[in-house]
């Protein structure tokens, strides 16, 4: 069995290879002029671990590409973050279910899927191979009894701000939104005062960096020390970082898209999981 490193996720795939003890396949990854994609994977397994994160729309192509150079042998696919979870039905009629379309072309090559966090169990349920990882664990122990109060920016979020503060051993809460009037919402912690505490705002994904944005001026305007955002997958689109940095908060993340950010791994809970399954 090897560890084949996908062009988005080199960094986590060797750190999984080594807590796993397995060795990483050769691969070569180019451009051509016009910008088609070329791979190739050498001294391959009869078994291979492929990881690739699924982060911009090259990556699936770079991903299908590895797929089919692998295809004569048996792959455990991990992809630390599902992108295009976030359209996991049909909103509008003729519209595509994007989730559906991936969850299609990675189940026809992978025995199993591992990913961390998908965005939401209607995205889940498009896969029949599909291991859910949840990472609050591992965010939880990162701010192990620090005297920290967890957020999460909604009530939707709440359970899993829940598992971390748990592990963490610290005081939670969520953001909830009032509406005052036709023009004003007002957002605030549900129960506790932040007033003087430092705040680590917990969510699956920043994106734009939109709901952390706002909801950190909030804490910061009633008296919070510091706000740090973590996250499990650092998308940072539209120069999200610059953004909060803006605002002054500290971005932390977990390595399922590589980021300067990337300060938690979820390399061992990977790495965990290829050995149940294997
Ligand atoms: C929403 O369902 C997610 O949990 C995140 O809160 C959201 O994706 C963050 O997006 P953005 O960074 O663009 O505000």
Known sequence: MKVVAG???????SRIAKLTGLKLAKTTFKKFPDGEIYVRVEDWDGVNVVVQSLSSNESIVSLMLLLDALNDTEIIL???????????????????VSI?????????????ILTVNIHSKDAAKH?????????????????????????????GS???????????????????KNRIDAET???APKKLNVEGRDVVIVDDIISTGGTIVEAAK???????????????????????LNKLQNVGVEVI?????????SKISVAELIANSIDQIT
């Open 7 to 13: 062009n988005t996720s080199p960094i986590l795939a």
């Open 100 to 112: 559906r379309a991936l969850a299609k072309l990675l189940e026809s090559y992978a025995s199993k």
């Open 158 to 176: 709440y359970e899993r701000v829940k598992v971390a503060a748990k592990v963490a051993n610290c005081e939670f809460d969520y953001l909830e």
């Open 253 to 261: 993340a977990t390595d399922t898209i590589e980021r300067i950010v």
């Open 185 to 187: 919402v007002e957002i």
């Open 218 to 240: 909030v804490l910061l305007s009633n008296g919070a020390k510091s706000v740090k955002a973590v996250c499990v997958h650092a998308v940072l689109a539209n120069y999200a």
């Open 127 to 155: 896969f029949r191979k599909l291991i859910n990882i949840d990472a609050m664990p591992t965010i939880g122990k990162h701010f192990e009894n620090q005297d920290v109060v967890m957020l999460s920016p909604d009530y």
């Open 78 to 96: 991990v992809i630390p973050y599902m992108g295009y979870a976030r359209q996991d039905k049909m909103f509008n009629k003729g519209e595509a």
